[in-house]
């Protein structure tokens, strides 16, 4: 289960300040990564008898059991995390690594922009794999600490921080093993006019892009933005980017382009740091000699 710490000031309505560090909190579980040890040495008038103590020492030396070792992570399966206004998203995060004893539980802590998630005692599925799922939302859920609900401040770049325990009651702190985008999803529309025209003619293209608000728990207009405008064929299954038109401040976009053939017209937004991707539906126009 996710659990959500942020800083008191982050949310002054509409959310939950829970708990302290999550570092801390179970910090008294966190055994060091080394490991110290001691030995008695015993000093005779033989050299004989010190040489094989040595020997006993060293093959003791070789078959102590080693630390475990955290190797990655692989969160949502390598894609970003993008979340509306409307559904629950869930998404897991993988820790990989080994042990001699093999690994046993695992404890995950995402940390980003003014909060962060965390699990306690993840069951590894594997020996060398521990896989735990977070469940985040940016819609009201009153009442419940889970799933977390999101403010638009929590859009940006995540780290993972991951502590394993073995099956030998050893344990490994590895932070910053993983990192993923947690971002707010967008809409494209698009309208294309006259249909059907003239070959030769101007074609206007019309749309809008809105990305979610997740302190509102609506879509707004997203202010200029570099949006690509594609055309396809109607006898292709490509298309292909002809201009690049910046959203006005209310996120809207406008163009003209001159009817050549039959084809679908689109929108297409990469996505930013804080906000995914999105494409229109292309829009059909039908040119008539």
């Not at 991951?162 to 967008?186: C, E, I, T, Y």
């Amino acid at each position: 289960m996710s659990r959500f710490a942020a800083l008191p000031s982050d949310r002054q309505s509409g959310g939950r300040d829970i708990a302290p560090p999550i570092a801390a909190a179970r910090a008294i579980r966190r055994k060091p990564v080394g490991r110290a040890t001691s030995r008695g040495v015993v000093v005779g008038a033989v050299a004989v008898l010190l040489a094989g103590l040595c020997a006993s020492a060293d093959a003791a030396s070789d078959t102590a059991p080693s630390d475990p070792v955290v190797s990655g992570a692989s969160i949502n399966s390598g894609h970003d995390v993008i979340v509306g206004i409307t559904h629950n998203v869930q998404f897991p995060v993988t820790v990989t690594g080994s042990d001699d004893s093999g690994l046993a539980f695992a404890d995950v802590d995402l940390k980003g922009p003014h909060g962060g998630f965390y699990t306690t005692d993840a069951l590894c599925e594997t020996a060398t794999a521990c896989t735990t799922v977070f469940t985040v939302n940016a819609h009201p859920a009153p009442g419940s600490d889970d799933p977390v609900d999101l403010a638009n401040a929590n859009a940006g770049t995540w780290s993972v921080d991951a502590l394993v325990d073995a099956n030998d009651g050893d344990s490994a702190f590895a932070p910053g093993v993983g990192s993923f985008g947690l971002k707010r999803a967008a809409r494209l529309t698009v309208n294309a006019s006259p249909e059907p025209v003239a070959k030769g003619a101007r074609i206007t293209i019309t749309g809008k892009l809105v990305r979610a608000n997740w302190d509102t728990y609506r879509y707004a207009g997203y202010a200029v933005q570099a949006v690509k405008l594609q055309f396809r064929p109607k006898s292709s299954s490509t298309y292909t980017t002809v201009a690049t038109v910046n959203t006005s401040g209310t996120g809207t976009l406008r163009t003209t382009v001159k009817a050549v053939k039959d084809g679908y017209w689109r929108w297409s937004f990469t996505g930013t740091n804080t906000t995914g991707p999105a494409k229109a539906t292309g829009d059909y126009v039908d040119v008539r000699p």
